[in-house]
T-cell receptor, first 112, second 114 residues
Framework: QKEVEQDPGPLSVPEGAIVSLNCTYS??????FMWYRQYSRKGPELLMY????GNKEDGRFTAQVDKSSKYISLFIRDSQPSDSATYLCAMRENNAGNMLTFGGGTRLMVKP | SAVISQKPSRDICQRGTSLTIQCQVDSQVTMMFWYRQQPGQSLTLIAT?????????ESGFVIDKFPISRPNLTFSTLTVSNMSPEDSSIYLC???????????FGPGTRLTVT
């Protein structure tokens, strides 16, 4: 079993839909949680960064962390075709230097 | 956030040759890393580039194959040596700046080995 599991998709939604992207993990020591967006042939772009449990909102994006369930989510409201990309979750322990563990990525397609 | 550039952006190389990839950051950063992303896969950490000392390699990666330099706080190079088609991948530079735990990635170098 991988340390971080993420459904590879593809996930196809119509423009304007609410998108829910999720990751589960097994390591209870993870404290820092990140979401990256990666367009084809580009490097990953940091979207959201949260520490421990709770919610964080930034524009159309909301990140949720539920440490009791070892489950994190990224919600995208009013999705746009420009949101079409691969979304990677990543996480890190508190005292692991900066060693990130990545999920496999979910490919999202938003259709006009 | 830090602005990261990589050179070259892509290259096609012959088996048995070596390629050096450069990573330049627009500000001094505390930590720099090199990742590999094989086609359709997630990111795998190759090594942490340490300024003024030898890089720290992850399991499965060795210095002879992936020598790394980091002469200062804004620049690093990764060399892919004695390449084989299995080295075809995207190579990504990544940095953490200051006291933030936020980690940023460069645009990547797409390497194809024939």
């Amino acid at each position: 079993q991988k340390e971080v599991e993420q459904d590879p998709g593809p996930l196809s939604v119509p423009e304007g839909a609410i998108v829910s992207l999720n990751c589960t993990y097994s390591n209870s020591a993870f404290q820092y949680f990140m979401w990256y967006r990666q367009y084809s042939r580009k490097g990953p772009e940091l979207l959201m960064y949260t520490y421990s449990s709770g919610n964080k909102e930034d524009g159309r994006f909301t990140a949720q962390v539920d440490k009791s369930s070892k489950y994190i989510s990224l919600f995208i409201r009013d999705s746009q075709p420009s949101d079409s990309a691969t979304y990677l979750c990543a996480m890190r322990e508190n005292n692991a230097g900066n060693m990130l563990t990545f999920g496999g990525g979910t490919r999202l397609m938003v259709k006009p | 956030s830090a602005v990261i550039s990589q050179k070259p952006s892509r290259d096609i190389c012959q088996r048995g040759t070596s390629l050096t990839i450069q990573c330049q950051v627009d500000s001094q950063v505390t930590m720099m890393f090199w990742y590999r992303q094989q086609p359709g896969q997630s990111l795998t950490l190759i090594a942490t580039a340490n300024q003024g000392s030898e890089a720290t390699y992850e399991s499965g990666f060795v210095i002879d194959k992936f020598p790394i330099s980091r002469p200062n706080l804004t620049f690093s190079t990764l060399t892919v040596s004695n390449m084989s088609p299995e080295d075809s991948s995207i190579y990504l530079c990544s940095v953490v700046s200051g006291n933030s735990y936020e980690q940023y990635f460069g645009p990547g170098t797409r390497l194809t080995v024939t």
